[in-house]
């Protein structure tokens, strides 16, 4: 057997030339694409780590700020409530003194009015000395006339016979609460708080609106009603003063 030098020699060179080429134009261009690849994806996966440590602060931010609204909506609820008190024992006062002063003004009207059997002049004064003490009370401020009367509501219903309290809201019917203005959702949500304690469960409201109420909250239900407002101790203070009226007749 004859070995060809030259033929083995050329066919040497060439698988030389071939594998150059291939690692010129073939190999590394793919071990280029590959590493830029990687570089890619190495970058999103570092974008993603990224966005997940900012989500993370975020939500716990978000939960610092909630935590601390809910902190300071407490302490406003419950300065609200002291506030709305003691304006709301002034008032009183003030008004019970006003009707005094005009009773005592009119008495010589009245004991004529008794003579003559007008009983009616003594109604009317009755009514105005009233309608003066509702315009003194509805000076209140509007941010007070529902937080400050949330926690004598709800001691209303609390005091309730069992039987009574049993039947609020039973059902998943809601219960009517009637305010003097339109509550906030975060009068509303107090509000419901305040009564689901009250009655040891989770019931439902039914807000509504009567301006006549000045301020305050009344529950007016088919078994039970709660009046908290400055309407029921204005409606208390006519019957306290008719009365007066005629045990003196």
């Known amino acids: 057997m004859t070995i060809d030098w030259w033929t083995l020699a050329l066919q040497a060179i060439n698988a030389l030339v071939l594998v150059w080429l291939l690692s010129r134009f073939l190999f590394r261009p793919v071990v280029d694409i590959l590493a830029k690849r990687q570089a890619a994806a190495q970058g999103i996966v570092a974008q993603a780590q ?78 105005l000395a009233v309608d003066i003490a509702a315009r003194l009370l509805d000076r209140l ?26 039947k609020l809201g039973a059902d998943g019917a809601p219960l009517p609460i009637t305010a003097a203005r339109k509550m906030t959702d975060g009068e509303l949500s107090q509000c419901r708080d305040a009564l689901n304690k009250a009655l040891a469960r989770e019931i439902e409201i039914e807000a509504s609106v009567d301006p006549a109420l000045i301020a305050g909250l009344e529950i007016h239900a088919p078994h039970a009603e709660v009046r908290n407002s400055f309407r029921a101790d204005l409606d208390q203070l006519q019957a306290d003063l008719k009365r007066h009226d005629e045990f003196h007749a």
């Open 50 to 127: 990224a966005a997940r440590a900012a989500a993370l602060e975020e939500k716990a931010k978000a939960q610092a700020e909630a935590a601390e609204l809910a902190a300071n909506r407490s302490a406003a609820m419950k300065a609200a409530s002291a506030d709305v008190a003691a304006q709301k024992a002034a008032l009183i006062a003030a008004a019970r003194e006003e009707a005094d002063k005009l009773r005592a003004d009119a008495e010589s009207d009245i004991a004529r009015a008794r003579a003559a059997g007008q009983h009616e002049v003594a109604d009317k004064a009755t009514d």
């Open 141 to 166: 401020p509007d941010e007070a006339r529902v937080a400050g009367f949330v926690d004598g509501l709800a001691q209303g219903v609390a005091a309730l016979p069992d039987e009574i309290r049993a």
